[in-house]
């Protein structure tokens, strides 16, 4: 027996209804792009104020691939690098919290401080004191992408059930044995959270240097661009950042999926 036209409609709404629902986001982004398109042509906004998305695409190709990955490149350099020694800086700093009242008291306040601190307020000296070479903009990517790190580490660290050490000890278990086997395990969605979080900040530390003190990347297009009032291609700029920070976001996810699958949803991200 055929199925009857009624039974065939019911079954492909579900179907309609999950693939919006699948790609909700990306149908979200065409419309605001639309949108966005319609706006500025029907109200002859003018590029210099709001360019329209296929104002962009055209500024994007008249730039040219090569000039595109250069600053690509040179930003991603800076963000890496960043990233990389927030991360040795981080993990010993959340040992050492978690290991010593006394270190808690001493690098929290600290830690705070330095997060309180506005980076691009402190960024001029920090270009002054070290000079305008790499050094700086790496100093100021690290500066602001390892606090999540630290934090949401020592968190992790010290969240394991007190049943657990207090086991760990009877069983004469040594300090490093039980951070590795006992508190890393804990701590391995905490941190992941962190990594995705600072991976992100690292893109913007390496755009808020490039602003002080660099002479390509980004970040320097777009201070250069919106100073030559070609503001087209700022907004390049702007959405290849963006387009660099989910992928290198989704290349953490991808990790973390990868080498500790267990871990995945823990951090509710």
């Known amino acids: 027996m055929s199925p009857s036209p009624t039974t065939s409609r019911q079954t492909q709404a579900p179907a309609v209804l999950r693939f919006l629902s699948r790609q909700a986001s ?7 792009l639309i949108g966005w398109e319609l706006a500025c042509r029907l109200l002859a906004i003018p590029e210099y104020i709001l360019p ?3 104002a962009i695409a055209r500024a994007a190709a008249d730039v040219g691939a090569s ?4 600053h690509l490149a040179a930003t991603l350099q800076v963000a890496l690098a960043g990233y990389l020694v927030a991360i040795a800086l981080a993990l010993p700093l959340a040992i050492a919290i978690t290991r010593s009242a006394l270190l808690s008291r001493i690098i929290m306040p600290w830690l705070v401080v330095i997060q309180s601190t506005p980076i691009v307020a402190i960024a001029p000296i920090i270009v002054v004191t070290l000079g305008a070479g790499w050094l700086p903009r790496i100093v100021i990517t690290t500066l602001i ?8 580490t020592a968190l992790g660290l010290a969240s394991v059930p007190a049943e657990l050490i207090e086991l760990s000890r009877s069983l004469r278990a040594s300090t490093s044995r039980q951070y590795w086997q006992i508190r890393m395990p804990y701590a391995v969605p905490y941190l992941f959270s962190a990594l995705k979080v600072s991976i992100t900040l690292a893109i913007v530390g390496a755009v808020v240097a490039e602003f002080v003190a660099a002479e390509k990347g980004l970040g320097y297009l777009i ?19 963006v387009v660099s920070s989910l992928v290198l976001y989704g290349l ?7 080498l500790f699958p267990w871990s995945q949803g823990a951090d509710g991200v």
């Open 26 to 32: 990306l149908l979200v982004f065409l419309l605001v």
């Open 52 to 54: 329209a998305p296929s």
């Open 67 to 70: 000039r595109w990955l250069d």
């Open 145 to 152: 992408a390892f606090f999540p790190l630290v934090v949401s």
């Open 223 to 241: 201070l250069f661009s919106t100073s030559s009032f070609k503001v087209p291609v700022a907004f390049a700029a702007l959405a290849l950042l």
């Open 252 to 258: 953490v996810r991808w990790l973390q999926k990868r």
